[in-house]
């Protein structure tokens, strides 16, 4: 087994794929916590569809994907926070917007231009997409997401669960509610890549809800969603190519199995 992976992970392509999943699935943990808390799980979901569009254009433009899609959609989160926020539309009808709007344009522009490309990937996630471009702009982009969060943690906390306080004792939380959606909207667009625009959204969500299930502390919860969230990617990674199925499939299904199993001990907690 070991000779196998050994032999599996000289490919340059796996390289890739592992560098960039592990950042990707340690950032999307650690703002997941923020974001389930703060039931702003689907922002992911509608920031991953802008990220589709944007990456269309790109592609019909002949420029770097992920250099054009980043601000894209950094600028889509601020859209979506001030709508909310501002109560000009209910948070889930602006994310249904923006999400169909995007998608749309996307398909368009691809088939306006003559774009040949594979749909597939796009949607889904690839790691044959991945070059070194990506790889090196995700692992920066992905640093500084970590760094930003530990340093500002603390503020992350305190805005998370009690926001009214949190203003009350000085604390600008528009600023940092800001600050979680941009965070989310760079590890959305560097994960795309790999996950598509239809899975990567689980990154965020699956490794947070597993770890609540059986941790109660904010600090507790982040670290075990986080821990999750890479393992799960590992077995993931792994086992897609062992059995022939789609990356982001086989990251999802783990996943998935893995919030079972906890919501399982978790009720086995709450019975004895």
Not at 235 to 264: E, H, Q
Request: glycine share 10%.
């Amino acid at each position: 087994m070991a000779d196998e992976l050994a032999a599996l992970f000289s490919y340059p392509f796996m390289q890739r794929a592992l560098i960039v999943g592990l950042l990707v699935s340690l950032c999307a943990a650690l703002l997941g916590t923020s974001l389930v808390l703060k039931r702003y799980s689907m922002i992911g979901d509608g920031l991953s569809h802008v990220g589709y569009g944007a990456f269309a254009i790109a592609a019909a433009a002949g420029i770097s994907p992920l250099g054009f899609a980043i601000p894209v959609v950094v600028v889509s989160s601020f859209l979506l926070l001030y709508i909310t926020r501002k109560g000009k539309m209910g948070g889930d009808s602006a994310i249904a917007i923006l999400s169909s709007s995007s998608l749309a344009v996307g398909m368009a522009v691809l088939a306006l231009n003559g774009v040949s490309v594979d749909i597939n990937s796009y949607m889904f996630g690839s790691i044959l997409a991945l070059s070194g471009e990506d790889v090196a702009l995700s692992v920066v982009c992905s640093v500084i997401v970590c760094l930003l969060f530990v340093l500002l943690y603390h503020r992350i906390f305190a805005v998370t669960f009690d926001e009214s306080f949190s203003s009350a004792t000085g604390i600008h939380t528009g600023i940092y509610n800001m600050f979680i959606s941009v965070l989310t909207a760079v590890v959305i667009v560097v994960g795309m890549r790999l996950m598509g625009a239809l899975l990567i959204s689980s990154l965020t969500i699956f490794p947070s809800l597993s770890s609540m299930r059986v941790c109660k502390g904010f600090r507790s919860v982040t670290i075990c969603a986080a821990v999750i969230s890479v393992v799960c990617f590992t077995v993931g990674l792994i086992g897609s190519y062992f059995i022939n199925i789609p990356t982001g499939a086989g990251i999802v299904l783990v996943n998935l199995a893995v919030f079972l199993v906890f919501a399982l001990i978790g009720k086995l907690r709450e019975h004895k």
